[in-house]
């Protein structure tokens, strides 16, 4: 189940998603570490691609490519997200 927020533009530009830590089965109040992998998926018949990874080094645009890295991010911590290299 999803309760978050998810949006996008008319034309399509971006998508912006904000999942509350609870439905990822994180408790907000602790200091819990976090691997993120986004990407955006087509799954039209016939079209399916997989596009956009974050972080970008992590792989070529293709159809069922494996992912090579990740975001390392620590909930709860002082550090900016920036703070932490792509693993």
């Known amino acids: 189940t999803f309760s978050g927020f998810a ?20 408790d907000p109040s602790l200091t819990t ?6 990407s ?12 956009a990874g974050i972080p970008d080094t992590s792989f070529v645009d293709m159809y069922d ?10 909930i709860g911590s002082p550090l900016f997200p920036a703070a932490f290299p792509p693993m």
């Open 65 to 74: 490519p494996d992912y090579t890295s990740y975001y390392p991010f620590i």
């Open 7 to 26: 949006a996008s533009d008319l034309g399509a530009s971006y998508v912006e998603l904000a999942i509350p830590l609870v439905d990822l089965g994180i």
């Open 33 to 38: 570490p976090l691997s993120l992998h986004v």
């Open 40 to 51: 955006m998926i087509n799954t039209t018949p016939g079209g399916e691609w997989t596009f």
